[in-house]
C-alpha cells in the first residue's frame, strides 16, 4: 500500500527552528515534495528531493534518506507568516501522480 | 508569468446534478493534473493529461473524468454528484517532459454538494 506519515499539528516561536518529519512506504519512488498551504488558499512548492542528502533554499531546508523512507523540513527564523499547513508528497506510480501525506499544521506564536 | 487558473472559483450544486470545472495551465506547460482535497481524506489524486491524452489515473469511480484540448486547458467533469463530492478541487500543471516534475497549482474550485 501507499502511506505517507506526518505529524498532525506542531506549534513553535518566532525565530526559532522547527522540524517537521514525514516517513513513506510507497510502491514506487520518484521523488519527495514539500508543499505550503495557507488556509483556504492553494498549495505552494517549498522543495524537492530526489537524492539522499540536505537540500538548503533560503530559511527552508529539506532532507531524505531514500533507504529509511524519511523525510523533513526544516524552518528556520521561524516568522509568522510561516503559520501553514505543510504538506508532504511522494511522486509514485506514473507520471505526475503525487501522493499526498495528511499535512502538519504549524503554528508559530510570537 | 501567469499562473494556473481555475473557473468557476466557487460552486453549489445538488446531487444528482454534474458539473464541469476548468483549468488553464502556464503557459508552455503541457501536463495539467487534478486533485480532490477534502478535510477527511487531505489531497488524493484524480488523474493527468499531457497532449490530449491521460496518462495517469487515480483510484476515482468513472464518474470523474476529465479531457485536455489542443491549447492544454483541462476541463474536470463529475456526474450524477454526491454529498461526499463536496470538496475543493485543484489542478497543477507542470512542463510534463519528465515523470516527476513540479507541480504548481490553481486557486482550485470549492464544490459543495446539497
Known amino acids: 500500500g501507499q502511506n505517507i506519515d506526518q505529524p498532525t499539528e506542531m506549534t513553535a516561536t518566532e525565530g526559532a527552528i522547527v522540524q517537521i518529519n514525514c516517513t513513506y512506504q510507497t510502491s514506487g519512488f520518484n521523488g519527495l515534495f514539500w508543499y505550503q498551504q495557507h488556509a483556504g488558499e492553494a498549495p505552494t512548492f517549498l522543495s524537492y528531493?530526489?537524492?539522499?542528502g540536505l537540500e538548503e533554499k533560503g530559511r527552508f531546508s529539506s532532507f531524505l534518506s531514500r533507504s529509511k523512507g524519511y523525510s523533513y523540513l526544516l524552518l528556520k527564523e521561524l516568522q509568522m507568516k510561516d503559520s501553514a499547513s505543510y504538506l508532504c508528497a511522494v511522486s509514485s506510480g506514473g507520471y505526475n501522480k503525487l501522493i499526498f501525506g495528511a499535512g502538519t499544521r504549524l503554528a508559530v506564536h510570537p | 508569468k501567469a499562473g494556473v487558473t481555475q473557473t468557476p472559483r466557487y460552486l453549489i450544486k445538488t446531487r444528482g446534478q454534474q458539473v464541469t470545472l476548468s483549468c488553464s495551465p502556464i503557459s508552455g506547460h503541457r501536463s495539467v493534473s487534478w486533485y480532490q482535497q477534502t478535510p477527511g481524506q487531505g489531497l488524493q489524486f484524480l488523474f493527468e493529461y499531457f497532449s490530449e491524452t491521460q496518462r495517469n489515473k487515480g483510484n476515482f469511480p468513472g464518474r470523474f473524468s476529465g479531457r485536455q484540448f489542443s491549447n492544454s486547458r483541462s476541463e474536470m467533469n463529475v456526474s450524477t454528484l454526491e454529498l461526499g463530492d463536496s470538496a475543493l478541487y485543484l489542478c497543477?500543471?507542470?512542463?510534463?517532459?519528465?515523470?516527476?516534475?513540479?507541480?504548481?497549482f490553481g486557486p482550485g474550485t470549492r464544490l459543495l454538494v446539497l
Open positions: 497543477a500543471s507542470s512542463s510534463g517532459t519528465r515523470g516527476s516534475e513540479t507541480q504548481y
Open positions: 528531493n530526489v537524492l539522499d
